[in-house]
């Protein structure tokens, strides 16, 4: 065949990276036309910090070094930016594929000229665009409607960015794994949700880490949510509270080798298993 | 293999376990043409469209689809197919431009947006969300998605389900004119006027075996196609095959009047509906012994 030639050229790296942004565009469009994600994966965290920050406001949540009372809305804001990056990550990219799968959506994208890769470009492009809003917000909303103060440090700015990054990264791709467990589309949400539920609890999303039995802050510390939220209370709570933390310090190595092997796993995991459809279905 | 055939089946075998859905078919497309593959539900039909469209693995037998395996076939090769499967259940949240749109980006040498949504007569919807359609507007949707590409060969698996008279009508006209441009398309179909209005060949499968293969207007052979007459002669119904029906109604009618006479030309879904009881019956006396 002649046409060959040219055709194959056409197939280049750099259609792959275009095609994910044009995908990437295209699901953006989509999440948020959809009212169920976007109330259960995009405002559920900014309810939740609303509704802690008001139910608990005479609670005691510790005083900075200046003496100054640590209000629930501080104490609450990294526990909810790390759920939203779980949230936006895990359980939006877990549901959708499961969904996509089920609906047909993936057999019609593997007919097509489309790139596993492109279209995986396009799942995460979307996923960090709406965890990087998710997060904007959550921080505008804890600032302006709560009186939250926020680091000034870069320094401080600069552990949010790479925990912040490395979690969406290693949420995604452990997403893109959990999304094979529904067996239909229909029971996507049915199975993903109470996973995700049962690690924020056990997280310290919910409830205060410390306040945890030992041997549950242990488990929790396999998996990343914990070391997010870790990471999240490391740059919004005052240096003092470290003194609550599981040795007494913050440990940011921790963070980056927990969700590290996560992320390397999971990528190993998605490569392997993932097909746009079972060939012999 | 030539490239005159886009799609050549040699043997083509497929089974699941004990079941063998399909056993050892052969057909060629050639260029250009349009070929109806015919058959009722559970003959293999989907199991053979799937294996050429790369969705399913076969389990032996020779499959190229413009001269490409498609257990193997790269992007390049997606990039000249187009395919309209059987029920896709999406119910997106992009209207139909912006579907179209994006899906044109995918391929190449797209066809313009605009031209294919009216070509598919949903101008009126364009701007319409596809999960705001009807059934019969969603799977005008798909039909569009299958050769916004630009494609060389096109898949229509029963295109034409839910459609009103009227749609199928302008959906012929348009596989009509993709033909004209030189499309070569393979179509799954149950409505057998629409094989015979849309397709140049075909063949007819049944129990996963060919029944019959060939023009459309000859499939199952010229004895089946032998005119019947039909009379009832003392109150016994009686029939006779004959190339001269209409001398042997005068030979009848010399003897007197006869009662309820009918000459019947065998069609298409006389001779499929023949083809597809004999396989039937021959399978259940396969499972008897």
Redo the contacts between chains.
């Keep these: 065949?002649t046409t060959?030639t040219p055709?194959?050229a056409?197939?280049a790296p750099g259609r792959t990276i275009r095609?994910g942004l044009?995908r990437a565009g295209?699901e953006i469009?989509?999440y948020f036309?959809?009212g169920d994600t976007v109330f259960f994966t995009f405002l559920f965290p900014l309810l939740m910090l609303t509704i802690f920050s008001v139910a608990f406001s005479d609670g005691n949540f510790g005083t900075t070094p200046d003496g100054d009372p640590v209000t629930a809305a501080q104490y609450y804001l990294p526990a909810m930016l790390a759920a939203g990056v779980l949230l936006s990550g895990l359980q939006n990219m877990a549901i959708d594929i499961a969904m996509e799968k089920g609906?047909?959506?993936l057999?019609?994208l593997?007919?097509?000229?489309?790139?596993p890769v492109s279209y995986f470009i396009g799942k995460i492009g979307q996923v960090l665009v709406t965890a990087l809003l998710q997060a904007a917000i959550l921080i505008a909303v804890a600032r302006i409607a709560f009186g939250v103060p926020l680091p000034t440090d870069p320094q401080n700015w600069a552990t949010f960015a790479w925990v912040f990054l490395l979690g969406v990264s290693t949420c995604s791709i452990l997403g893109i794994g959990l999304s094979g467990l529904p067996r239909s589309g229909r029971s996507a949400t049915a199975v993903i949700i109470p996973i995700v539920l049962v690690l924020q609890f056990i997280s310290g999303v919910y409830i205060q880490f410390s306040a945890l039995p030992e041997w549950l802050q242990r488990v929790a510390e396999v998996f990343p949510l914990a070391w997010l939220a870790h990471g999240m209370r490391s740059v919004f709570l005052p240096d003092s509270y470290a003194a609550l933390e599981p040795g007494g310090e913050w440990n940011l190595a921790g963070i980056a080798i927990v969700c590290g092997i996560w992320l390397v796993a999971g990528l190993v995991a998605a490569r392997l298993t993932f097909r746009w459809?079972r060939?012999?279905? | 293999m030539t490239t005159e055939n886009v799609v050549e089946v040699r043997q083509l075998r497929r089974s699941y376990g004990e079941f063998e859905a399909v056993r050892g078919i052969d057909f060629d497309i050639r260029r250009g043409e349009t070929f109806a593959l015919l058959g009722p539900n559970g003959a293999g039909k989907s199991t053979t469209i799937e294996i050429l469209e790369g969705y399913r693995r076969r389990t032996s037998g020779e499959v190229r689809v413009l001269g490409v395996d498609p257990a193997h076939g790269g992007l390049d090769w997606k990039a000249r197919l187009g395919i309209v499967l059987q029920s896709t259940g999406e119910t997106g949240t992009a209207t139909v431009r912006e579907q179209l749109r994006h899906f044109a980006g995918l391929y190449p040498h797209p066809r313009d947006v605009e031209e294919v949504i009216a070509a598919v007569g949903l101008e009126e919807k364009a701007n319409t969300r596809i999960s705001k359609l009807s059934g019969g507007q969603q799977r005008r949707v798909d039909v569009a998605l299958g050769i916004v590409g630009r494609p060389e060969l096109l898949f229509l698996d029963e295109p034409t389900t839910g459609f009103d008279p009227e749609a199928r009508r302008r959906f012929w006209e348009l596989i009509r004119g993709l033909r004209d441009e030189g499309t070569s398309i393979l179509l799954t179909t149950h409505y057998l006027d629409e094989a015979q209005q849309l397709a140049d060949r075909g063949g007819i499968i049944a129990g996963g075996e060919l029944m019959a293969l060939g023009p459309i207007d000859e499939l199952g052979g010229a004895d089946a196609r032998i005119p019947i007459v039909r009379w009832l002669d003392r109150g016994v119904l009686r029939e006779e095959r004959t190339h001269q029906p209409g001398a042997l109604v005068a030979r009848l009618a010399a003897a007197g009047e006869p009662e309820r006479l009918e000459v019947v030309r065998p069609s298409l879904e006389d001779i499929y509906l023949s083809l597809v009881g004999e396989s039937a019956a021959e399978q259940l006396e396969g499972s008897i012994a």
């Design positions: 065949m060959l055709a194959a056409r197939f095609l044009s295209y469009r989509g036309r959809q609906d047909g959506t057999k019609r593997a007919g097509a000229p489309l790139s459809i060939k012999d279905g």
